[in-house]
């Protein structure tokens, strides 16, 4: 049976997915910088024979063509670029890149699609269909190597009746899977805020008008933003993480300066709420005698994943894993760029679980002790072989 063949040769590469992978942590690239590891990438097509175009600079698209008869086509993708982050590890293959870091695995991502393109190239005279690799840059940085190689038409010629994303999860130990049908991770929105007002000496605020207050008062009338407009069944997040008002203890600043983040799972909601903010922190501070400079950078849409799409692949995961191995997940407040395939095409973006508590591989994603349990790859490969085969029909 194919299934047996996969989780063989799954095996058998497995010592070479850890060495791409470890090179790729040893050497990240930040967003839109990616020009080693596409050339990295390129080189591994090349020795599968497979070719390639580029997109959005940095990206790759391949295809493998089955030798059966059928039209259908199924997309891949993995992330590459890494997060301006310093290493704290102290393991063989610690980033050498000084500042820059694979704190989100996008090294596992890739290392592992590499993999999953080996299986399937040796499998080619036993399916049919066509399977599109994406290998896509800049997914950590608006506004997204997604949207880029979208606009470029990489869901085109041919175009995939289904897009997969596989993405670690060090909530989820290695071995595990994870899946959630429907609405599962958040639009994201930037905030940028300053407020004025007019400094002066702190014992004399009555001949000032002080941004501080004018900004607490807009700080916490923002929240009703979601406690009292948003319907909550909704989820919805607004958190300010960033505050300077640059004055001293007797020093009344001329203006605050804000950073925060929305997030949301409705674009209609998410449009009526960037107006409402916008009103309410202009209004607020002009009401107070100041000025309120509110700007809203869009970033990623949210990401669903199609219900019957996620019920199959969440199937074919139990059937390879066992279902013992295969969870369902909540929804994730955080953001990622595969919601544009999401938006545009039936897409199942799921989690592979990277955490070993016996070893202290625990740490979050995004942080500088953030490592992942290679035995992880064991399954990775072959689990996306395998469901890319089965949504083609074999």
């Known amino acids: 049976m194919i299934k047996e063949q996969i989780q063989q040769l799954s095996q058998d590469i497995f010592n070479d997915v850890v060495a791409n992978r470890r090179h790729l942590h040893a050497n990240p690239e930040l967003s839109f910088h990616e020009t080693n590891t596409s050339a990295f990438i390129a080189g591994k097509l090349d020795e599968l024979g497979l070719t390639y175009q580029r997109m959005a600079d940095n990206g790759l698209v391949a295809l493998i063509r089955g030798e059966k008869q059928s039209g259908n086509v199924v997309a891949l993708r993995a992330d590459m670029d890494a997060l301006p982050i310093t290493e704290a590890n102290e393991v063989p293959y610690k980033s050498q890149n000084t500042g820059v870091m694979h704190a989100c695995g996008h090294d596992a991502h890739t290392s592992s699609l590499l993999g999953t393109a080996k299986i399937l190239t040796g499998l080619k005279s036993q399916f049919g269909g066509t399977i599109k690799l994406i290998f896509q840059p800049a997914e950590e940085k608006l506004p997204g190597g997604a949207s880029l190689m979208i606009k470029e038409g990489v869901l085109e010629n041919p175009k995939p009746q289904a897009v997969l994303g596989q993405h670690v999860m060090p909530l989820i130990d290695a071995g595990k899977v994870g899946f959630r049908a429907g ?91 960037h107006r409402r903010m916008k009103k309410m922190a202009e209004g607020i501070a002009e009401a107070m005698g100041g000025s309120c400079e509110f700007n809203i950078m869009r970033g990623y849409p949210f990401l669903i994943n199609e219900e019957k799409l996620t019920a199959a692949t969440r199937s074919h995961a139990v059937d390879y894993l066992g279902k013992e191995n295969v969870l369902d997940l909540d929804i994730w407040m955080a953001a990622e760029d595969f919601a544009y395939y999401s938006q545009v095409a039936d897409s199942c973006f799921y989690r592979l679980g990277t955490r070993n508590e016996s070893r202290g591989i625990v740490s979050s994603v995004h942080t500088p002790t953030f490592d992942v349990e290679e035995n992880a790859f064991k399954i990775s490969t072959g689990l996306m072989a395998y469901l890319a085969l089965k949504q083609l029909g074999n």
């Open 183 to 273: 609405k599962y991770m958040a639009s994201t929105d930037e905030i940028y805020v300053t407020v004025r007002g007019k400094g002066g000496h702190g014992a004399q605020p009555q001949m000032n008008i002080d941004p501080v207050m004018i900004t607490a008062q807009i700080l916490v009338a923002l929240q009703q933003v979601v406690s009292r407009f948003a319907d909550p069944k909704n989820p919805s997040v607004l958190s300010f993480g960033k505050v300077i008002a640059n004055g001293a203890t007797n020093v009344i600043p001329n203006e605050v300066y804000l950073e925060g983040t929305f997030r949301t799972m409705d674009e209609k909601w998410r449009e009526e709420a």
